[in-house]
């Protein structure tokens, strides 16, 4: 399991994932964004090859 999701990626579904889980009943599907975001790792990035990650610079 490797890194997928950056860091405005993370932020951004820790902010979604809290809006959604105390809407309703239902927020429980909000779990799922805090879930990614905690693990840094999305299931639905793989098929595609996709990453949020900030590419590291060269000669660090």
Not at 5 to 29: C, E, M, N, P, T
Not at 32 to 60: D, Q
Request: charge should be positive; charged fraction near 15%.
């Amino acid at each position: 399991m490797q890194i997928n999701v950056g860091r405005k990626d993370r932020v951004a579904r820790i902010v979604i994932g809290v809006g959604v889980y105390f809407q309703s009943w239902l927020g429980a599907i909000g779990i799922v964004p805090l879930f990614t975001a905690v693990v840094r790792w999305c299931p639905a990035y793989v098929p595609f090859g996709t990453s949020t990650c900030e590419k590291e610079a060269a000669g660090n």
